[in-house]
């Protein structure tokens, strides 16, 4: 992964991503091929930018799908991802 020039601060954050991408995901799955390597990051990237809180952004992911609700009405649903090693939860619509 290559870093952009006069950014300090980008190595750091390309070395938490990818310890984070190794605790949470492909330290528990056993990885076959390249192909297979590259389908799980892109599961765990999507779920990464969209649905997983970031502390920094209050809690929010970076690129929310769905913009967030103030009901509080309605059944929650659960997505399995990575054959149920990532867990998304939506609330239906009432």
């Not at 991408?21 to 192909?35: G, M, Q, T």
Request: proline share 7%; with cysteine; aromatic share 6%.
């Amino acid at each position: 992964m290559k870093t952009p020039v006069r950014a300090p601060k980008a190595n750091a954050i390309a070395e938490r991503f990818v310890r984070t991408v190794r605790s949470e995901c492909l330290d528990w799955l056993l990885i076959l091929n390249r192909r297979h390597l590259e389908s799980v990051l892109r599961v765990y990237v999507d779920h990464y930018n969209r649905e997983r809180p970031h502390r920094a952004l209050e809690l929010c992911p970076p690129d929310p799908h769905e913009p967030q609700e103030a009901s509080h009405v309605g059944q929650i649903h659960r997505r399995d991802r990575l054959g149920g090693l990532i867990h998304e939860y939506h609330r239906a619509a009432a």
